[in-house]
């Protein structure tokens, strides 16, 4: 191999089945049922090659003329090497797959004794072989919505240069017997691919629900037992850190609850981190703002950082947008904020009868 190639070469690359060029009712549909099978025929055929995200790849082997999209690679242009880790996007689109550019902890507002917390994962995803059997390799978030905690979970995929591999846990419910704990596996065997790397389990109470909870959800109890197998490292999973995010982390069954040697609240903003907030988001805003953040910080206490942002930030732009204004304008933030205060207006109760 060339110098040049030896700068660049890809760590993992990720690719989005297409199809065919031409359609034809005798083709055969390739699906991959082993990741690691197929990155090894990937690399035969394919090492050498120069990749960037959007390129096409064209099996020249098993299924001709088949195409493949590169959808993810890091770094983001190289050559494919006999280390290089291909994968192909999963099927159901469940499980995302990225490495995290553009967050880092500072953009994380507040939060300093999770961010304080977080170093070790940090850390851990850097040096997994310093921490031997001592790794903190379960995790739990909880705190409000909003509050920042999938933001924190990938700035530390991103601090580390580790892939980032999440699932909202409702979409592991699936319609079949068997189809969620084939969907947990699925993910965790992705993992120990591209390990060391975070694995990030959204909205979490969906499926570790306390028992006296689950009848309201259906049966998860299969997904609970594939979720516990792989908590507890039946099979090998050195250099993954699971990380779970709960907003309730009170309906969290205990047994589950257990499996987490470390818990990371996280709280809504106080007045400094919510003006601190507002000015974060405000800078490159695409109208002129001449408003007194401190007034509209001041008055919303009890907001997380998703509200200042969606509901406060976002529709007092689009009104003044609207409204034909290029200014944004204290009284635009504030009329949003009482908005999102005004309670809902239920209908009389003889309405329907």
């Excluded at 990155?39 to 990749?51: H, S, T």
């Excluded at 850097?126 to 903190?136: D, I, L, T, Y």
């Excluded at 507890?232 to 069954?253: F, K, M, P």
């Amino acid at each position: 191999m060339s110098k040049s190639k030896e700068g660049n070469e890809l760590r993992y690359v990720i690719l989005r089945p297409l199809g065919y060029p031409l359609k034809a009712s005798y083709h055969e549909y390739p699906k991959v049922d082993n990741a690691k099978v197929f990155d090894v025929y990937a690399k035969e055929q394919w090492k050498g090659e120069f990749l960037k995200k959007g390129k096409l790849l064209f099996d020249a082997r098993m299924f001709p003329d088949f195409a493949f999209e590169v959808v993810e690679l890091e770094p983001s242009a190289g050559y494919v090497t006999d280390s290089t880790i291909i994968l192909v996007e999963s099927e159901s689109r469940i499980i995302d797959t990225e490495i995290v550019r553009d967050i880092k902890l500072e953009n994380v507002v507040g939060q300093e004794e999770a961010k304080k917390k977080v170093r070790v994962i940090l850390e851990f995803l850097k040096n997994p072989e310093k921490f031997g059997k001592w790794a903190p390799r379960n995790v739990l978030f909880y705190g409000p919505p909003g509050t920042g905690k999938t933001m924190m979970a990938k700035a530390l995929a991103k601090e580390a240069g580790r892939p980032f591999l999440s699932v909202k846990s409702t979409k592991l419910i699936g319609e079949y017997v068997g189809d969620g704990a084939r969907k947990i596996h699925e993910l965790y065997d992705r993992a120990r691919t591209l390990a060391p790397c975070i694995v990030f389990l959204d909205e979490f109470d969906a499926i570790a629900l306390d028992r006296s909870y689950q009848e309201l959800r259906g049966d998860v109890s299969e997904i609970v037992n594939a979720l516990l197998t792989e908590l507890d490292g039946i099979q090998s999973n050195s250099g993954i850190c699971t990380i779970a995010a709960t907003n309730r982390v009170e309906l969290i069954d205990l047994s589950i609850r257990s499996r987490f040697e470390e818990e990371i609240e996280f709280k809504l903003p106080n007045y400094e981190e919510r003006l601190e907030i507002l000015k974060r988001n405000l800078k490159d805003f695409p109208i002129k703002v001449s408003a007194k953040l401190e007034l509209v910080a001041a008055s919303t206490e009890g907001f997380s950082g998703r509200d200042l942002v969606e509901k406060v930030i976002k529709v007092a732009l689009h009104k003044a947008i609207a409204e034909g204004k290029d200014l944004l304008e204290t009284e635009d933030l504030t009329s949003a904020v009482e908005k999102v205060k005004k309670p809902l207006k239920l209908p009389p109760k003889n309405m329907f009868i």
